[in-house]
Protein backbone atom coordinates (compact mmCIF):
# COMPACT_ATOMS: atom_id res chain seq x y z
CA UNK A 1 0.00 0.00 0.00
CA UNK A 2 1.12 3.53 -0.71
CA UNK A 3 1.67 5.54 2.17
CA UNK A 4 0.46 8.49 0.47
CA UNK A 5 -3.04 6.37 1.22
CA UNK A 6 -2.86 6.46 5.06
CA UNK A 7 -2.03 10.20 5.89
CA UNK A 8 -5.00 12.31 6.51
CA UNK A 9 -5.37 15.76 7.61
CA UNK A 10 -7.77 16.70 10.32
CA UNK A 11 -7.41 19.97 11.81
CA UNK A 12 -5.66 23.02 10.27
CA UNK A 13 -5.48 26.26 12.16
CA UNK A 14 -4.20 29.39 11.58
CA UNK A 15 -3.40 31.53 8.36
CA UNK A 16 -4.86 29.86 5.41
CA UNK A 17 -2.47 27.20 5.30
CA UNK A 18 -4.02 24.96 3.03
CA UNK A 19 -2.10 25.90 -0.09
CA UNK A 20 1.11 24.98 2.04
CA UNK A 21 -0.52 21.96 2.62
CA UNK A 22 -0.97 20.84 -0.71
CA UNK A 23 2.71 22.42 -1.74
CA UNK A 24 4.15 20.09 1.08
CA UNK A 25 2.48 17.07 -0.37
CA UNK A 26 3.37 17.77 -4.22
CA UNK A 27 6.98 18.30 -3.25
CA UNK A 28 6.68 15.59 -0.76
CA UNK A 29 7.76 11.53 -1.93
CA UNK A 30 5.34 8.64 -1.08
CA UNK A 31 6.61 4.98 -0.92
CA UNK A 32 4.80 1.68 0.09
CA UNK A 33 4.35 0.50 3.41
CA UNK A 34 4.18 -3.06 4.57
CA UNK A 35 3.29 -4.74 7.72
CA UNK A 36 6.29 -6.93 7.42
CA UNK A 37 8.62 -3.90 7.45
CA UNK A 38 8.15 -4.19 11.39
CA UNK A 39 10.23 -6.89 11.39
CA UNK A 40 12.89 -7.39 8.89
CA UNK A 41 15.61 -5.51 10.51
CA UNK A 42 15.43 -2.60 8.69
CA UNK A 43 15.03 0.72 8.81
CA UNK A 44 12.26 1.95 5.20
CA UNK A 45 11.35 4.80 4.35
CA UNK A 46 7.39 5.88 4.18
CA UNK A 47 7.67 9.43 3.09
CA UNK A 48 10.04 12.72 3.01
CA UNK A 49 10.23 16.04 2.13
CA UNK A 50 11.56 19.93 2.77
CA UNK A 51 8.22 21.51 4.15
CA UNK A 52 7.70 25.03 4.57
CA UNK A 53 5.35 27.51 6.27
CA UNK A 54 4.99 31.46 5.96
CA UNK A 55 3.53 32.13 9.56
CA UNK A 56 2.53 30.89 12.89
CA UNK A 57 -0.16 27.60 12.06
CA UNK A 58 -0.84 23.93 13.59
CA UNK A 59 -2.60 21.00 11.63
CA UNK A 60 -3.04 17.57 13.04
CA UNK A 61 -2.94 14.25 10.81
CA UNK A 62 -3.12 10.65 11.08
CA UNK A 63 -1.04 7.64 10.00
CA UNK A 64 0.32 4.53 11.12
CA UNK A 65 2.26 5.00 14.06
CA UNK A 66 6.26 4.86 13.40
CA UNK A 67 8.70 7.24 13.63
CA UNK A 68 9.38 11.17 12.26
CA UNK A 69 13.35 12.13 11.61
CA UNK A 70 13.65 15.83 11.82
CA UNK A 71 16.27 18.70 10.48
CA UNK A 72 14.93 21.78 11.10
CA UNK A 73 16.23 24.45 8.46
CA UNK A 74 14.44 27.75 10.09
CA UNK A 75 11.78 28.39 13.25
CA UNK A 76 10.78 26.69 15.38
CA UNK A 77 8.16 23.08 15.36
CA UNK A 78 6.41 21.75 18.13
CA UNK A 79 5.23 18.39 17.90
CA UNK A 80 3.10 16.65 20.19
CA UNK A 81 1.14 12.85 19.84
CA UNK A 82 -0.54 10.95 22.82
CA UNK A 83 1.40 12.19 26.18
CA UNK A 84 4.64 12.74 23.64
CA UNK A 85 5.57 16.54 23.01
CA UNK A 86 8.54 17.82 22.17
CA UNK A 87 9.60 21.39 20.53
CA UNK A 88 12.80 21.57 17.81
CA UNK A 89 14.38 24.88 16.52
CA UNK A 90 16.81 25.95 13.70
CA UNK A 91 19.88 23.35 13.42
CA UNK A 92 18.43 20.68 15.35
CA UNK A 93 17.78 16.99 14.61
CA UNK A 94 15.60 14.92 15.87
CA UNK A 95 14.03 11.32 16.45
CA UNK A 96 10.24 11.81 17.34
CA UNK A 97 8.40 8.67 18.06
CA UNK A 98 4.85 9.17 16.95
CA UNK A 99 1.25 7.64 17.42
CA UNK A 100 -1.31 7.41 14.88
CA UNK A 101 -2.39 11.02 15.27
CA UNK A 102 0.20 13.59 15.74
CA UNK A 103 0.01 17.84 15.87
CA UNK A 104 2.71 20.35 14.14
CA UNK A 105 2.53 23.91 15.14
CA UNK A 106 5.29 26.07 14.06
CA UNK A 107 6.05 29.47 15.64
CA UNK A 108 6.08 31.82 13.03
CA UNK A 109 8.11 30.85 9.50
CA UNK A 110 9.42 27.80 10.16
CA UNK A 111 11.51 25.03 6.81
CA UNK A 112 12.43 21.28 7.89
CA UNK A 113 12.97 18.46 6.38
CA UNK A 114 10.80 15.46 7.66
CA UNK A 115 11.43 11.57 6.88
CA UNK A 116 8.59 9.20 8.03
CA UNK A 117 10.44 6.25 8.87
CA UNK A 118 9.92 2.02 10.24
CA UNK A 119 11.91 -0.48 10.95
CA UNK A 120 12.69 -2.61 14.45
CA UNK A 121 16.21 -0.48 14.56
CA UNK A 122 14.58 2.87 15.20
CA UNK A 123 13.39 1.70 18.35
CA UNK A 124 17.20 1.93 20.02
CA UNK A 125 17.91 4.98 18.44
CA UNK A 126 15.37 6.35 19.83
CA UNK A 127 16.42 5.36 23.34
CA UNK A 128 19.60 6.65 23.28
CA UNK A 129 18.99 10.01 22.12
CA UNK A 130 18.32 13.02 23.25
CA UNK A 131 15.21 14.84 22.64
CA UNK A 132 16.74 16.95 19.97
CA UNK A 133 20.24 17.65 18.78
CA UNK A 134 21.91 21.01 17.91
CA UNK A 135 23.81 19.90 14.91
CA UNK A 136 24.82 22.96 12.34
CA UNK A 137 26.61 22.43 9.35
CA UNK A 138 29.70 24.74 10.04
CA UNK A 139 30.38 22.51 13.38
CA UNK A 140 29.42 19.22 12.80
CA UNK A 141 32.94 17.76 11.01
CA UNK A 142 32.93 15.61 8.38
CA UNK A 143 29.25 14.82 8.13
CA UNK A 144 27.26 12.63 6.25
CA UNK A 145 23.83 14.11 7.24
CA UNK A 146 23.49 16.38 4.82
CA UNK A 147 24.85 14.25 2.07
CA UNK A 148 22.72 11.39 2.68
CA UNK A 149 19.66 13.45 3.07
CA UNK A 150 20.03 15.06 -0.38
CA UNK A 151 20.37 11.45 -1.68
CA UNK A 152 17.48 10.34 0.15
CA UNK A 153 15.53 13.44 -1.52
CA UNK A 154 16.18 12.18 -4.83
CA UNK A 155 14.13 8.99 -4.61
CA UNK A 156 11.22 8.88 -6.50
CA UNK A 157 8.33 6.47 -7.34
CA UNK A 158 8.91 2.20 -6.50
CA UNK A 159 11.60 1.76 -4.81
CA UNK A 160 14.15 -1.08 -6.05
CA UNK A 161 15.72 -3.76 -3.55
CA UNK A 162 19.11 -1.94 -4.10
CA UNK A 163 17.16 1.58 -2.91
CA UNK A 164 15.72 -0.07 0.03
CA UNK A 165 19.18 -1.63 1.14
CA UNK A 166 20.61 2.39 0.79
CA UNK A 167 17.88 3.82 2.57
CA UNK A 168 18.60 1.51 5.50
CA UNK A 169 22.12 2.00 5.13
CA UNK A 170 21.73 6.09 5.30
CA UNK A 171 19.18 6.65 7.79
CA UNK A 172 21.83 3.99 10.15
CA UNK A 173 24.59 6.14 8.92
CA UNK A 174 22.84 8.77 9.65
CA UNK A 175 21.58 8.06 13.35
CA UNK A 176 24.99 6.60 14.37
CA UNK A 177 26.99 9.70 13.64
CA UNK A 178 24.18 11.72 16.13
CA UNK A 179 25.09 9.14 18.69
CA UNK A 180 28.76 9.38 18.89
CA UNK A 181 28.34 13.20 18.05
CA UNK A 182 25.72 13.10 21.70
CA UNK A 183 28.49 11.12 23.76
CA UNK A 184 31.43 13.26 22.19
CA UNK A 185 29.74 16.20 22.77
CA UNK A 186 29.05 14.87 26.55
CA UNK A 187 32.83 14.33 26.85
CA UNK A 188 33.62 18.03 25.36
CA UNK A 189 31.39 19.49 28.10
CA UNK A 190 33.48 18.50 30.35
CA UNK A 191 36.24 20.48 28.84
CA UNK A 192 33.80 23.99 28.90
CA UNK A 193 35.58 26.44 30.93
CA UNK A 194 33.77 27.26 33.80
CA UNK A 195 33.47 31.16 33.17
CA UNK A 196 31.70 30.07 29.64
CA UNK A 197 29.22 27.75 31.80
CA UNK A 198 28.94 30.78 34.15
CA UNK A 199 27.83 33.08 31.10
CA UNK A 200 25.65 30.88 29.48
CA UNK A 201 23.66 30.23 32.49
CA UNK A 202 23.79 33.92 32.87
CA UNK A 203 22.22 34.65 29.80
CA UNK A 204 19.61 31.57 30.63
CA UNK A 205 18.32 33.00 33.28
CA UNK A 206 18.71 36.68 33.03
CA UNK A 207 18.88 37.64 29.61
CA UNK A 208 16.26 40.67 30.17
CA UNK A 209 18.78 41.69 32.19
CA UNK A 210 21.55 44.75 30.42
CA UNK A 211 24.28 42.65 29.08
CA UNK A 212 26.89 43.41 26.83
CA UNK A 213 30.60 42.10 25.20
CA UNK A 214 32.01 45.08 27.92
CA UNK A 215 30.08 44.29 30.37
CA UNK A 216 31.47 40.07 30.17
CA UNK A 217 34.91 41.29 29.75
CA UNK A 218 34.48 43.63 33.35
CA UNK A 219 32.93 40.45 34.93
CA UNK A 220 35.48 37.66 34.03
CA UNK A 221 38.27 39.57 33.68
CA UNK A 222 38.72 37.99 29.80
CA UNK A 223 39.01 40.05 27.36
CA UNK A 224 36.15 40.53 24.86
CA UNK A 225 37.82 38.23 21.66
CA UNK A 226 39.07 35.64 23.65
CA UNK A 227 35.01 35.26 25.23
CA UNK A 228 34.00 35.74 22.06
CA UNK A 229 35.99 33.22 20.03
CA UNK A 230 35.89 30.14 23.03
CA UNK A 231 32.11 30.65 23.03
CA UNK A 232 31.52 30.43 20.02
CA UNK A 233 33.29 27.27 19.84
CA UNK A 234 31.50 25.35 22.47
CA UNK A 235 28.38 26.24 21.95
CA UNK A 236 27.97 27.24 17.98
CA UNK A 237 27.20 30.71 18.02
CA UNK A 238 28.13 33.83 19.60
CA UNK A 239 27.31 35.38 22.72
CA UNK A 240 25.29 38.30 21.68
CA UNK A 241 23.44 35.83 18.81
CA UNK A 242 22.90 33.30 22.19
CA UNK A 243 21.41 36.26 24.09
CA UNK A 244 19.55 37.50 21.21
CA UNK A 245 18.18 34.39 20.54
CA UNK A 246 17.09 33.53 24.48
CA UNK A 247 15.42 37.29 24.49
CA UNK A 248 13.83 36.52 20.96
CA UNK A 249 12.27 33.12 22.23
CA UNK A 250 10.95 34.64 25.72
CA UNK A 251 9.30 37.72 23.82
CA UNK A 252 7.58 35.03 21.68
CA UNK A 253 6.05 33.29 24.71
CA UNK A 254 4.57 36.76 25.75
CA UNK A 255 2.92 37.68 22.90
CA UNK A 256 1.46 34.36 22.65
CA UNK A 257 0.82 34.49 26.42
CA UNK A 258 -0.26 38.14 27.30
CA UNK A 259 -1.81 41.19 25.64
CA UNK A 260 1.45 43.88 26.42
CA UNK A 261 2.68 45.70 23.26
CA UNK A 262 5.07 44.89 21.39
CA UNK A 263 7.19 48.01 23.51
CA UNK A 264 6.34 46.36 26.33
CA UNK A 265 7.24 42.73 25.50
CA UNK A 266 10.27 44.16 24.18
CA UNK A 267 11.63 45.97 27.31
CA UNK A 268 10.87 42.73 29.43
CA UNK A 269 13.12 40.73 27.41
CA UNK A 270 15.94 42.94 27.85
CA UNK A 271 15.73 45.43 24.25
CA UNK A 272 14.71 48.89 24.66
CA UNK A 273 14.77 50.22 21.81
CA UNK A 274 11.71 49.14 20.25
CA UNK A 275 12.67 49.50 16.71
CA UNK A 276 15.93 47.62 17.28
CA UNK A 277 13.71 44.60 18.90
CA UNK A 278 10.78 44.32 15.65
CA UNK A 279 14.39 44.24 13.56
CA UNK A 280 16.16 41.62 15.64
CA UNK A 281 12.39 40.05 16.18
CA UNK A 282 11.88 39.55 12.37
CA UNK A 283 15.43 38.83 11.11
CA UNK A 284 14.92 35.60 13.75
CA UNK A 285 11.03 34.86 12.73
CA UNK A 286 10.76 36.41 9.30
CA UNK A 287 7.78 38.57 10.75
CA UNK A 288 6.98 41.64 13.06
CA UNK A 289 6.05 41.12 16.71
CA UNK A 290 2.68 42.58 15.63
CA UNK A 291 2.18 40.29 12.68
CA UNK A 292 3.48 37.46 14.29
CA UNK A 293 0.68 37.92 17.32
CA UNK A 294 -1.99 38.36 14.81
CA UNK A 295 -1.07 35.45 12.60
CA UNK A 296 -1.68 32.76 15.73
CA UNK A 297 -4.68 31.27 16.19
CA UNK A 298 -5.05 30.82 20.32
CA UNK A 299 -4.64 27.21 20.04
CA UNK A 300 -0.92 28.08 19.33
CA UNK A 301 -0.24 29.39 22.41
CA UNK A 302 -1.93 25.90 23.95
CA UNK A 303 0.38 24.35 22.43
CA UNK A 304 3.71 25.83 22.82
CA UNK A 305 3.27 26.64 26.37
CA UNK A 306 0.68 24.68 27.96
Not at 36 to 52: E, K, P, Q, R, Y
Not at 93 to 102: C, K, N, R, T, V
Not at 272 to 288: M, P, Q, S, V
Request: aromatic letters at 14%; one cysteine or more; glycine letters at 4%.
Amino acid sequence: MLAKELISCTVLSGYNIQKDIENARFHSAFFTYEESMASDGLIHLLANGDISFAYSCSYTFSFIPCYHFFYIYEGTLTVTSGSSKSSYSKNTAALFEAGSEITYATNGKCRFYEAFIFGAPLRLYHEFLPESIYYKKDSAGASVLWSHLSLISRLQGELSATDIFRISKWFNDILTELCVFIENSSKKMDCVPSYLLSIKNQMDTNYAEPMSLDDLEATYRISRYRICREFSLHFGESPMRYLNSRRIDAAKRLLLTTDLSVHEVGSQVGIENTNHFINLFKKDTGTTPLSFKQAAPVSISDLHYN
